[in-house]
């Protein structure tokens, strides 16, 4: 059976009734310009074939329920001033769904009540943006039970404010905004400051293909917090109001100074170079320059391993197995790293090769689950036929 069908289904077990609309949003990869949205910089995603659907039958009251044919138990909440969090662990995923209803209500939006059922097949917690395919879907879904809609860039705010201040993960716009205004068979440049998108086709003869390590990530939670530390105190030495307006001479000169320490100077190091690589590898897709740009994915991963450390043994042997094979012309981490997911640019006529060989000579190092996917950049959250 379909997905969509095993959807259907879910709906009227759990209901009884029918739904009667229906909408999806996807994950995403990020070809290039990791750890750059929270700098206010540039990004260079695409929206991909796995998503997240919601079925959805509209109520006359304020209920919300809602069923995830991936996790247990139905969830019911009222549309009120404040919704609870959930209390259960088991049905924290809840926690985004009554999110995205509270930033919605918090912003004025007059909802209505809604039965929805829901089924994602982007994997969790492996960089390819579950969460935000989640938030947009749930938003989208909240909306259009209520006849209304908004802007994708409105949407991804509303998704990333949800998942900021409910969830409380401290993530920047990139996934929502990818999952939100994804174009089909386009890239996009993302100004993570103005939120402009420009999108540009892949070029012709390569393929994306995305490599799940099977390792996810931990606690990282630290982690992270010491890298968005780093990069404030670089913007702060620098008296700019993000790093995205930051140079490396003024992060050298600063550090020279004695205001900004090496290993934070280093950290922003990567960043100031990324902005730099995410606009250069925009001019090699427009060019049609598929080889610069995996050159540039190549420096992309090796700054992210040396500088801004958020690799894992995992990710890098991933990427070293992928760079020697023939027709890989660049290959890299994707997402906040720590796990997750590699991204390589892949020759056309060797995709298959590629594929076959990169399995086993992962498998022989590590003894977990690789999962790839040859992709291709999917269209943005919208309305599905439930047919
Ligand atoms: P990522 O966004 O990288 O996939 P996150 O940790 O940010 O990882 O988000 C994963 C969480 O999103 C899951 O633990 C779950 O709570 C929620 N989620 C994603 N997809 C679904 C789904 N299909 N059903 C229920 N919850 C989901
Ligand atoms: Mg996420």
Redesign the pocket.
């Known amino acids: 059976m379909s997905r969509t069908g095993h959807l259907r289904n879910l709906f009227s077990t759990t209901y009884g009734t029918a739904p009667t609309l229906a909408v999806r949003a996807p994950g995403r990869v990020n070809l290039i310009g990791e750890h750059t949205d929270y700098n206010d910089g540039f990004c260079l995603p695409m929206a991909i074939e796995r998503d997240?659907r919601v079925a959805i039958r509209p109520r006359t009251d304020k209920t919300v329920r809602v069923v995830?044919l991936?996790?247990h138990g139905v969830v019911t909440f009222e549309l009120s001033a404040a919704i609870p969090k959930a209390t259960d662990k088991a049905q924290?995923?809840a926690d985004?769904v009554k999110g995205c209803a509270q930033i919605l209500v918090e912003s004025g939006e007059s909802l209505v009540g809604a039965d929805l059922a829901?089924?994602?097949d982007?994997p969790?917690?492996?960089?390819?943006?579950?969460?935000?395919a989640?938030e947009v879907a749930i938003i989208h879904a909240l909306l259009t039970a209520a006849g209304r809609s908004l802007p994708g860039a409105q949407i991804a705010r509303l998704g990333q404010r949800a998942e900021n201040k409910y969830v409380g993960?401290n993530c920047g716009i990139l996934?929502q905004l990818s999952s939100a205004c994804g174009v089909l068979g386009s890239v996009m440049l993302m100004d993570c400051r103005t939120l402009e998108l420009t999108p540009a086709p892949l070029p012709a003869g390569v393929s994306v293909v995305i490599a799940d390590t099977g390792k996810r990530r931990g606690l990282v939670d630290s982690a992270y917090n010491e890298r968005r530390a780093g990069c404030e105190a670089g913007a702060k030495a620098l008296g700019v109001s993000h790093l995205r307006d930051a140079s490396l001479h003024g992060l050298w000169d600063a550090e020279r100074k004695g205001t900004l320490s090496p290993l934070a100077r280093q950290r922003c190091e990567h960043v100031v170079a990324e902005n730099g690589r995410t606009i250069a590898a925009f001019a090699c897709l427009t060019a049609g320059d598929a080889v610069a740009l995996g050159q540039l994915m190549d420096q992309s991963h090796n700054d992210l391993r040396d500088k801004f450390a958020v690799t894992c043994a995992e990710l890098d042997d991933l990427v070293t197995i992928a760079r020697a094979l023939p027709g890989c012309l660049g290959s890299r981490m994707t997402?906040a790293g720590f796990g997750g997911c590699t991204v390589s640019l892949v020759r056309d006529e060797s995709v298959q090769a590629f594929v076959a060989a990169l399995v086993p000579a992962y498998r022989a190092k590590h003894n977990l689950p690789i999962v790839v996917d040859v992709t291709r950049p999917a269209a943005g959250a919208g309305a599905l036929n439930l047919a």
Do not use: I, N, P
């Not at 492996?126 to 969460?131: A, F, I, K, Q, T």
């Open positions: 997240v995830s991936e996790q924290h995923w985004y829901l089924t994602g982007v969790l917690g492996s960089g390819l943006s579950s969460s935000a989640l993960t996934d997402g």
